[in-house]
């Protein structure tokens, strides 16, 4: 199985600030890497695919980079609906591993 | 609009099983493969594994084997995931998602990324004796 390892587990940060969120894969996933964001008592919501792309509807300061093993989810000015936790998901092969999340906290 | 619609909170006992419904409207169900994933309180995200609503094919996560069923039902398009033997640490919300294959270009190499789309609002099911 391909393990996801996400850091840091949370982070404190300020509205306008610069967020940063890693993942690496235990193997080499290529691009088949997404971010998912989760809100308390929601379902998970798709941000990124294919470590770049934004999906439709999600606003531009999310962005996503990497390849390869080591990935990395910026969200350029935090504002405050963006207090959550986010979850990086490997779709290169099943089991569909998740990274333990982040959960973004305001400071 | 597509929708996947979850069966209500449950509580089990241990050593019982559960059964969630998910229910799949918007699309054509046998088009898209539905994955459960669940989530344990204050935990992260775990998959559970993926079923094709169109031949019924079914893979599960090592750790379920045995214990995980899955199936769908194409006249009402709905899916099930049935869990056995259950014990305390299942308490958890159930979530199934739907896989889309959306299209990835780099250069001159096209991908298709398996990616959930839409999700169900989640089941609670509570184990406790």
């Known amino acids: 199985d391909i393990q996801m390892t996400q850091s840091p587990s949370s982070l404190s940060a300020s509205v306008g600030d610069r967020v940063t969120i890693t993942c690496r894969a235990s193997q080499s996933i290529s691009t088949y890497l997404n971010w998912y964001q989760q809100k308390p008592g929601k379902a998970p919501k798709l941000l990124i695919y294919a470590a770049s792309s934004l999906q439709s509807g999600v606003p531009s300061r999310f962005s996503g980079s990497g390849s390869g093993t080591d990935f990395t989810l910026t969200i350029s000015s935090l504002r405050p609906e963006d207090f959550a936790t986010y979850y990086c998901q490997q779709s290169y092969s099943t089991p569909r591993t998740f990274g333990g999340g982040t959960k973004v906290e305001i400071k | 609009q597509v929708q996947l619609v979850q069966s209500g909170a449950e509580v089990k006992k241990p050593g019982a099983s559960m059964k969630v419904s998910c229910k799949a409207s918007?699309?054509?169900?046998?088009?898209?493969?539905i994955h459960w994933v669940r989530q344990a309180p204050g935990q992260g995200l775990e998959w559970m594994g993926i079923i094709n609503p169109s031949g019924g094919s079914t893979s599960y996560a090592q750790k379920f084997q045995g214990r995980v069923t899955m199936t769908r039902d194409t006249s009402t398009s709905t899916v099930y995931m049935e869990l056995s033997s259950l014990r305390s640490e299942d308490t958890a919300v159930y979530y199934c998602?739907?896989?889309?294959?959306?299209?990835?270009?780099?250069?001159?190499?096209?991908?298709?990324?398996?990616?959930?789309?839409?999700w169900g609002q989640g089941t609670l099911v509570t184990v406790s004796s």
């Open positions: 998602a739907r896989e889309e294959s959306v299209g990835y270009c780099s250069g001159d190499i096209c991908y298709s990324v398996p990616v959930y789309d839409y």
């Open positions: 918007g699309y054509t169900f046998t088009n898209y493969y």
